[in-house]
């Protein structure tokens, strides 16, 4: 075995094989994976295959389609052989309202991955699955291109291709040592000899908190029994010419596809579910199966017959039950491992081989430090301390049991819930507040009223819409106030913090003590890593507010950019606690608590205070993202309960209410205010996203170069704000297909209802010639085609004088 290469990947299944071969792609070829049995000897090789369009998240919607064109078309290519993928096609099925309004959504998304997605009749689905049950259905979605793979049959192929570019495989050797060297590099101890690495990927699947637990990291993977059954063989199935397209249903929770002549059925139990080996791995587990246990799958199995009839009339030739990982949002695993940089995971995917082309963009994050997707939500940063072992648990049980259940935009589930809380989270919860949870901090949604109580999952607009409204029209006629504790804050201080953050920023920092900047942080390609906004205290001191979600990539690309510089990064979001006060009354009732002056001309637009508040002190940050004159509250968190009781006490008469999250992105949205995750993301730069005044190419940082460029040659895709011409009681919320005269021209982002304007908003990248005043479009949503047409400034206040009053 080698003593030294550029990566060494630790795990040889489906993901950690595909980075192989994908990294040869990308130049790197000094590369040695480390295996401890045979290659797909952990959950590869007992895998039903499946690869799906079917799929909410539009990354890995998009990485799923690549690795059936990886299966299907690349490989052969490369190889010679003929495919082995099997390109059945696949149906879904759906029985309510709900499934009706998500497959929609789904097929809007579709035409952006691109991928075909079509909602077919029972008829067309009755000649393509002649011996299914479809007389129940309300709605069915057909994907053509997808189907199932042998696992072995694409990885052995990836692997030898890997192989012949100089990559090396060592078999059956353990990793035992993982141990990070004062170079920077990293010693991987093997049970057949020591090799130093720049790079070290944690592919282990089933194995992956083992080996991350050799550096004392605690992964979010738990593993969960899965099984499924192998029919014997059916008259009919031996006399059909063509292969059955696959079907999933969420009667059955299954998924049900032809096995050569016969059947495989393999239900995910939507209760009952069993978590596998959870006081740790025995490294002695390879290419092993546990007991079939078939009375836990029964109520599964009775459905899948009246489903499919066929199914009851063979007999059972084989049960596979073996370990499959979840993690607490079913998302796998990838990317950096915050605090140690060029270590990397790659694991805990739930559906490896239709996700095995996700090695692709492993490999470019790794070789170029960004990828062609939007990584956020596969980002292994995005759990923290908070997600514990019970949550990890409990969360991935849910995961499983919900794989086939039908979901909603709105879906708030109660599975491990309270990991994170707000000081004023009980007395919310006491007010009616809804709470949902963003990276385990509890954030208020929105405030039940005496009329609406609850909200029902959907797809379209939600029962909360009218107790939303009367939280909008609070914050435009008198005060809103809003907790937003669960942002993320960070204080960074030194001799050279200005120096450091202006590195980072593409923005201009304040120049002055007391004053606030907004700005992007973006990667050396151009792409958008985050947005903050900075504020000076003083020359060697600044407090960042960004997103919650991006809490530790961000903390992770600070400490990465650090080295060199004096500087002290304190990640005190759980520390410090705020509220936003703000409307046209929100002056008034601040001043009944401070001695200070709170004018516009003592505290402008953008500015910060240190004020005495009753016995606190208080940082007191002059911004709205709501549009509206108002002020964020910046405290210990021990001090924001009592705080909070104040302004309402003094608020009463000023017409002060709560609102949550659902106003406050209706109220954003009002106003054309971007957001992380939906406007910025790593797909984009601040250029298309319509930030150029938010950018200072004047001097060096982080992505300079490549923004210089973009500015210089526009590029293929512009955002646009987008106003809606019609009333049809659906919003968007992302990803859904733009359309200009019948043709395809971009992909919403989200949007809302806009309370104070009357009409539906909606941000989207389209083409750069389309964004311009009036320009009419078209929006694939939910509830079908609506109609919109591109506005050039904020549809409220477009001056901002409520804003700077």
């Known amino acids: 075995m080698k003593s030294q290469a550029r990566v060494v990947i630790i795990g040889g299944g489906s993901l950690g094989i595909s980075l192989l071969y994908h990294l040869t792609k990308e130049g790197w070829t000094d590369l040695l994976l480390v295996e401890k049995g045979e290659l797909t000897s952990g959950s590869t090789w007992h895998a039903a295959g499946l690869c799906s369009n079917f799929i909410g998240n539009m990354t890995v919607a998009k990485i799923h389609d690549y690795s059936i064109r990886l299966y299907n078309e690349i490989l052969p290519k490369e190889t010679g052989e003929v495919s082995s993928f099997h390109q059945t096609g696949s149906l879904r099925i759906g029985y309510s309202k709900l499934e009706e309004e998500w497959f929609k959504n789904l097929e809007s998304k579709a035409k952006n991955v691109p991928c075909e997605f079509n909602i077919i009749s029972r008829t067309e689905a009755q000649d393509m699955h002649p011996w299914a049950n479809f007389d129940k259905a309300r709605v069915i979605a057909s994907t053509p291109n997808d189907g199932h793979v042998d696992p072995t049959s694409v990885a052995m192929p990836l692997a030898q291709l890997a192989r012949t570019q100089g990559a090396e495989i060592s078999r059956f050797n353990r990793v035992i040592e993982i141990n990070p060297m004062a170079s920077g590099e990293w010693q991987v101890v093997t049970e057949k000899g020591t090799v130093l690495a720049e790079h070290v990927v944690n592919a282990a699947g089933c194995f992956a908190p083992e080996v991350s637990a050799l550096l004392g990291i605690n992964l979010p993977i738990v593993n969960l029994e899965h099984q499924y059954l192998v029919t014997e063989n059916h008259s009919l199935l031996q006399k059909s010419a063509t292969e059955l397209p696959v079907l999933r249903d969420s009667y059955c929770s299954a998924y049900l596809r032809q096995e050569a002549q016969g059947l495989l059925v393999g239900p995910y139990e939507t209760y009952g579910s069993k978590p596998w080996a959870l006081t740790g791995m025995d490294w002695n587990f390879d290419r092993e199966l546990f007991q079939g246990d078939l009375e836990r799958l029964m109520p599964f199995l009775d459905r899948c017959m009246e489903l499919l009839p066929l199914?009851?009339?063979?007999?059972?030739?084989?049960?596979?039950?073996?370990?499959?990982?979840?993690?607490?949002?079913?998302?796998?695993?990838?990317?950096?491992?915050?605090?140690?940089?060029?270590?990397?995971?790659?694991?805990?995917?739930?559906?490896?081989?239709?996700?095995?082309?996700?090695?692709?963009?492993?490999?470019?994050?790794?070789?170029?430090?960004?990828?062609?997707?939007?990584?956020?939500s596969l980002d292994s940063r995005r759990f923290g301390a908070w997600a514990d072992r019970e949550y990890c648990i409990t969360k991935a049980i849910e995961s499983y049991e919900i794989m086939y259940t039908a979901v909603g935009v709105n879906d708030n589930r109660p599975h491990a819930r309270l990991k994170r809380i707000s000081p004023l989270h009980a007395l919310l919860a006491e007010k009616g507040a809804v709470h949902t949870a963003v990276q385990g901090y509890e954030k208020p949604l929105w405030f039940k009223t005496d009329l609406v109580q609850s909200e029902a999952p959907t797809w379209q607009r939600s029962a909360a819409h009218a107790a939303v409204a009367e939280e909008c029209e609070a914050v435009h006629n008198a005060a809103g106030v809003i907790d937003i504790s669960g942002a993320a804050k960070f204080e960074i201080s030194g001799p050279d913090a200005g120096t450091f953050l202006d590195k980072l920023s593409s923005n201009k920092l304040p120049a002055k003590n007391g004053r606030m900047a907004l700005t992007l942080f973006h990667g050396p390609n151009g792409g958008i890593m985050t947005e903050q906004s900075i504020t000076r205290i003083n020359e060697q001191?600044?407090?960042?507010?960004?997103?919650?979600a991006s809490e530790y990539r961000d903390l992770d690309w600070m400490q990465q950019h650090c080295s060199g510089f004096n500087v002290k990064i304190d990640n005190c979001t759980d520390r410090i606690a705020a509220v936003l006060l703000t409307g046209p009354n929100s002056r008034a009732i601040l001043q009944q608590l401070t001695n200070n002056d709170l004018s516009a001309k003592a505290l402008p637009w953008l500015g910060c205070q240190t004020l005495k508040i009753d016995s606190a002190q208080v940082r007191l940050l002059r911004v709205s993202y709501a549009g509206e004159l108002g002020y964020e509250l910046h405290m210990p968190g021990y001090q924001l309960l009592s705080i909070y009781q104040s302004l309402q006490r003094v608020g009463?008469?000023?017409?002060?209410?709560?609102?949550?999250?659902?106003a406050f992105n209706s109220l954003r949205m009002e106003k054309a205010y971007r957001a992380w995750g939906s406007e910025f993301t790593e797909e984009i730069s601040g250029v298309e996203a319509g930030m150029e005044r938010f950018i200072d190419t004047s001097r060096e940082f982080i992505g300079a170069q490549n923004i210089r460029q973009r500015l210089a040659r526009p590029g293929s895709t512009r955002l646009a704000y987008l106003a809606f011409d019609d009333d049809i009681p659906c919003e968007c919320f992302g990803n859904e297909a733009i359309y200009h005269e019948g043709e395809l021209v971009g992909i919403s982002t989200g949007g809302a209802f806009g309370h104070r304007v009357g009409y539906s908003l909606a941000f989207a990248y389209i083409r750069p010639e389309l964004v311009a005043q009036d320009v009419k479009l078209q929006v694939m949503t939910s509830a079908g085609m609506r109609s919109a047409h591109v506005e050039l400034n904020a549809v409220y206040d477009p001056t901002n004088q409520r804003l700077r009053s």
Not at 541 to 548: C, D, N, Q, S
Not at 652 to 662: C, K, S
């Open 311 to 376: 199914f009851s009339e063979v007999g059972i030739k084989t049960v596979v039950n073996g370990p499959i990982t979840h993690t607490p949002d079913d998302n796998v695993l990838a990317g950096p491992q915050a605090g140690h940089p060029n270590f990397w995971n790659l694991c805990g995917s739930s559906i490896g081989i239709a996700q095995g082309g996700l090695g692709k963009y492993m490999a470019q994050w790794m070789v170029h430090g960004q990828t062609e997707l939007n990584m956020a």
């Open 541 to 548: 001191l600044y407090y960042l507010i960004g997103p919650i």
């Open 652 to 662: 009463a008469e000023h017409g002060l209410r709560e609102f949550g999250g659902y």
